[in-house]
């Protein structure tokens, strides 16, 4: 499984960090993603960052 952020699309708005703090990090200078190739038992959190995220700028693959 593979996270991607569009940084372009992204207003670091927190909604990711605050579903899935493990991967999201929303800092003054930006969001960051800490791991971008996250465990399996995280997919129902990354699921939701997903299509909670308000400017559709993340991205789960597998």
Not at 14 to 38: Q, T, Y
Not at 48 to 56: K, L
Request: negative net charge; glycine residues 6%.
């Amino acid at each position: 499984m593979k996270v991607a952020v569009d940084l372009d699309t992204c207003d670091g708005n927190g909604v990711c960090m605050s579903i899935c703090h493990e991967v999201f990090d929303v800092r003054e200078d930006g969001l960051h993603v800490l791991d971008d190739a996250p465990r399996e038992e995280l997919r129902e959190q990354l699921i939701g960052a997903e299509v909670s995220c308000p400017t559709q700028a993340i991205t789960i693959k597998d």
